[in-house]
């Protein structure tokens, strides 16, 4: 059986001094005292001068930023900062999409990050995020799906998925789109 998010991070937290030689507080200290304050920076730093994995370098950066949905004190901030000032009129596609997911089955997690939010069952099978202040990007996991029409590649907007598809409008949150949601929804 699977493990939960927080089960995976705790692992990891737990591992973490064994496999790197350091402790999460440790490596909290040193992002914090680089000066950095990107999630980027932070995971560059990570990989490139200390050679942790991506994954260790992702949860310890998401740490440090206190930006995952499993550091955050209020992951309904973390929405409602995604989609202020100009992104406000994007909130009722994320809404749309939102309700379409939970309709799979109750197993559904929606968990906020900081820049998007990660749609999730026993692993991620999608992510929603505010891209630009018009357009809301839906990234899918459909490996072995070739893209065609408007379910793209996903080239470099987000590694974790396999596809993307823009959406402009809530009525773009279509019986296509949910389909293809659930056909990830499904594989995960």
């Given at each position: ?7 995976s991070k705790a ?75 100009l992104k406000s ?100």
């Amino acid at each position: 059986m699977a493990k939960s998010p927080d089960q995976s991070k705790a692992a990891m937290i737990a591992g973490l001094h064994e496999k790197t030689g350091k402790s999460l507080v440790e490596w909290i200290k040193i992002l914090l005292s680089s000066k950095l304050s990107r999630h980027k920076e932070f995971m560059n730093l990570l990989k490139n001068e200390h050679s942790l994995t991506h994954g260790f370098a992702n949860m310890i950066a998401l740490q440090a930023l206190a930006s995952d949905s499993h550091t955050a004190t209020d992951t309904d901030a973390l929405v409602e900062a995604q989609y202020a000032g100009l992104k406000s009129g994007l909130r009722s596609i994320y809404d749309t999409l939102v309700a379409a997911v939970r309709k799979f089955g109750k197993d559904v997690e929606v968990s906020p990050k900081k820049a998007y939010v990660s749609l999730r069952r026993s692993k991620q099978f999608a992510i929603i995020q505010p891209s630009t202040a018009t357009r809301v990007d839906v990234g899918v996991n459909l490996k072995g799906i070739a893209p065609g029409g408007r379910l793209e590649a996903s080239g470099s907007f987000n590694a974790m998925v396999s596809h993307r598809v823009r959406l402009e409008q809530p009525g773009a949150v279509d019986k296509e789109l949910v389909g293809w949601l659930r056909q990830a929804y499904d594989a995960s």
